[in-house]
């Protein structure tokens, strides 16, 4: 992925500290990497909204496997999923999404919205055969979102995927992952007295440059 056009940063406010940087996916990687440390379940799972055709938004935990830092202030955020799926059938209709990390144990946060395309070539196929075995049939196996009679019914269908798959399933043509390259990330920090710091990365589109505003708490 190519470096932005045009990507000098307009800053209105002086950051320093775990602020300070000239590339947001570059802070956004290095908070991630903290609170890896320091978080017990899960620090890269992240709330995905997203907004049905009749703009009733719907959101839901999914796991945050890539942020990719290309330099000069390009990069993007990237997640799995089914193709099928609620989600995916809704970011396809808009092209769009959001999310939030938050990080209980550091007190901070991140929220990004921006433009989604899918990620379906070999780095959806390394992905797809870095997961387990049991992850990897139970994607075959799942009609995601679709209503299911039971339990027994969906381990019945693991069981018949595994004969069909064997001990090195590829990657179903209906899975694979998304990209989400922000407009819009946000930078939060608590503050003593909920005196907390918001630093706000903005470009008017996915190959713009960025500004940088501090928000009120």
């Known amino acids: 992925m190519g470096a932005a056009t045009g990507s000098t940063i307009s800053e209105t406010a002086v950051r320093s500290g775990i602020f300070a940087g000239d590339d947001p996916f570059a802070i956004a990687a290095a908070w991630l990497a903290e609170a890896e440390k320091s978080e017990i379940n899960d620090p890269n799972a992240i709330a995905l909204a997203t907004v049905d055709a009749a703009g009733l938004p719907n959101v839901r935990m999914v796991?945050?496997?890539?942020?990719?830092?290309?330099?000069?202030?390009?990069?993007?955020?990237?997640?799995?999923?089914?193709?099928?799926?609620?989600?995916?059938?809704?970011?396809?209709?808009?092209g769009m999404?959001?999310?939030?990390?938050?990080?209980?144990s550091l007190?901070?946060?991140?929220?990004?919205?921006?433009?989604?395309?899918?990620?379906?070539?070999?780095?959806?196929?390394?992905?797809?055969?870095?997961?387990?075995?049991?992850?990897?049939?139970?994607?075959?196996?799942?009609?995601?979102?679709?209503?299911?009679?039971?339990r027994e019914a969906l381990m019945a269908e693991v069981a018949k995927v595994t004969l069909a798959q064997g001990t090195a399933p590829r990657r179903p043509?209906?899975?694979g992952g998304y990209r989400i390259r922000p407009v819009e990330i946000e930078f939060?920090?608590?503050?003593?007295?909920?005196?907390?710091?918001?630093?706000?990365?903005?470009?008017?589109?996915?190959?713009?440059?960025?500004?940088?505003?501090?928000?009120?708490?």
């Open 107 to 150: 007190r901070r946060q991140i929220r990004v919205r921006g433009m989604v395309t899918r990620e379906e070539g070999p780095q959806a196929d390394a992905y797809f055969a870095s997961r387990s075995l049991k992850s990897r049939l139970g994607a075959w196996a799942s009609k995601q979102s679709q209503p299911l009679s039971s």
């Open 63 to 94: 796991l945050l496997k890539e942020i990719e830092v290309a330099g000069g202030g390009d990069g993007a955020f990237v997640f799995y999923t089914n193709y099928t799926s609620k989600k995916a059938e809704e970011i396809e209709q808009a």
């Open 97 to 104: 999404a959001a999310f939030v990390l938050h990080w209980k």
């Open 173 to 175: 043509p209906f899975w």
């Open 188 to 217: 939060w920090a608590d503050g003593a007295f909920r005196l907390h710091d918001r630093f706000r990365w903005t470009r008017s589109d996915a190959t713009s440059g960025w500004a940088v505003s501090r928000l009120n708490p």
